[in-house]
């Protein structure tokens, strides 16, 4: 059992790794319809071979229901190990901090969701252990969170002193900038352990497929604090993020 490779990114005093629990971590279910053509009586993981109902859309023995990999996202400041603060705390600590600075929100949030949802394979398909036929190579897991941090450094720069505000959090107070940092890489663990939008867009070609867990789910929660006609969110999905 290979695990996917650690990558650490570092602002200011802080690092965040992104680690693969593999088989000892809380594995997920894999949500991907794999066998959605009902074509195919081998289970799909490579190398496994097990026959399965030709009418299992999952394409997954059970043996291999749930993921093998396991994304989590490791803080340290001062290299001390550090708990991260949740989706939900992040999320409340920017949206009370916007309101006092009338910084709008929704810009980085709207960014955030056009580059994650849809754009981040599984875990199980970042570790190459199903093929997929006729999508493009895929990129890693570091470009991919290189790409997000891209993104939150055109709201929150660098150069800017700003993006080094302490906001508070359950977990103790975070300079925006790396709440911004770690809330990514939240995502990108979150999607890939969770979702099933991006094999639904690519691979099924027919994105209105998924069941918009993973990441989606984090943005809901940010849409339903900010927006005032409502977005439903099961109990379920709440205690998760
Ligand atoms: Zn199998």
Known sequence: MTALSTFTRIIADWEISIKDNSVVGRNKSNPNKLNYLKDDRTCKIIGCGNQ???RRTSGLCNNHLN????????????????GAPTHKEIIDALVKWSITRNY???????????????????VTTLAEKVIHLGIPA????EDIFDNLIEVIENFFPKENNSSFQPLITP????PVIVLAHIYVGLL????SNRGDRWFCRMVRKDESRTTQSGAGMSIGYF???????G???KDEVLYRL
């Open 104 to 122: 709008n929100l929704i810009p980085l949030f709207s960014s955030l969701s056009f580059n994650v949802l849809g754009n981040i394979p599984d």
């Open 188 to 191: 990108l663990c979150e999607e």
């Open 138 to 141: 895929l990129l890693d897991l």
């Open 67 to 82: 993921h093998e990999h396991d994304l989590l996202l490791e803080l340290k400041y001062n290299g001390v190990i550090k």
């Open 171 to 174: 977990k103790g107070d975070f």
């Open 223 to 229: 849409a339903k604090k900010t927006f005032p006609w």
């Open 52 to 54: 399965i109902n030709v």
């Open 231 to 233: 977005v439903e969110m």
